[in-house]
C-alpha cells in the first residue's frame, strides 16, 4: 500500500518545523528541504493547512537534490544527532489506498533517530479512517506531542 509522511519537530519553544517526506527512487523514504516552520504563536488552522500542505507535498514526490538538510537549512544545526536532542517528534502517515491515516508520538533512541518500540506501540500510534481533515488534524497532533512529552519524562 502506498502511503505519504510527513514529520513534525517541535521545539522546546514551541515552534515547529514541518517536513514532507519523498520516496527516494530507490524506494526509501527521505526527507524534503521543502519545510514549512512556524513560530510559537501559530493557530490550530495555520498548523492544519501547513500539515495538509506537506502532505500534498509528499504525494506530488517531485525528486529533489539528496545532499540538502532540512535541519541544517531550519535550524544551522549541522548534525541530525544534535538537532534530534533538541527536538521533539510527531509523524502523520496517510495510507492511499486504504483512506486512513495514523499519527504517532515518536521516541527519540540514544543514536538520535525516532520510532516506536512494539511494546508500546499501541500507546503512541493512533489510527483514524478516512482522509486527514485540516479542521481536526492539529489538534490530534497536538494529543500526540502531549503523549511524547509525558512519555519522554
Known amino acids: 500500500?502506498?502511503?505519504?509522511?510527513?514529520?513534525?519537530?517541535?521545539?522546546?519553544?514551541?515552534?515547529?518545523?514541518?517536513?514532507?517526506?519523498?520516496?527516494?527512487?530507490?524506494?526509501f523514504g527521505i526527507s524534503s528541504y521543502k519545510f514549512v516552520k512556524l513560530q510559537n504563536g501559530y493557530t490550530r488552522e495555520e498548523l492544519g493547512e501547513a500539515i495538509m500542505k506537506?502532505?500534498?507535498?509528499?504525494?506530488?514526490?517531485?525528486?529533489?537534490?539528496?545532499?540538502?538538510?532540512?535541519?541544517?537549512?531550519?535550524?544551522?544545526?549541522?548534525?541530525?544527532?544534535?538537532?534530534?536532542?533538541?527536538?521533539?517528534?510527531?509523524?502523520?502517515?496517510y495510507i492511499l489506498e486504504k483512506e486512513g491515516y495514523s499519527i504517532t508520538a515518536e521516541k527519540r533512541y540514544p543514536d538520535g533517530s525516532y520510532g516506536v518500540d512494539s511494546d508500546n506501540y499501541?500507546?503512541?500510534?493512533k489510527e483514524y479512517p478516512g482522509k486527514p481533515v485540516k479542521e481536526t488534524i492539529a489538534d490530534q497532533v497536538l494529543e500526540a506531542l502531549r503523549l511524547v512529552e509525558k512519555l519522554s519524562i
Open 1 to 27: 500500500m502506498r502511503s505519504v509522511s510527513v514529520g513534525l519537530y517541535f521545539d522546546t519553544k514551541g515552534n515547529v518545523i514541518i517536513v514532507p517526506e519523498i520516496q527516494a527512487p530507490a524506494g
Open 54 to 93: 506537506a502532505l500534498e507535498i509528499s504525494v506530488i514526490n517531485e525528486q529533489e537534490e539528496q545532499n540538502r538538510k532540512f535541519w541544517t537549512e531550519a535550524t544551522g544545526i549541522k548534525g541530525y544527532a544534535a538537532f534530534s536532542k533538541k527536538h521533539k517528534c510527531v509523524s502523520v502517515t
Open 122 to 125: 499501541s500507546l503512541r500510534v
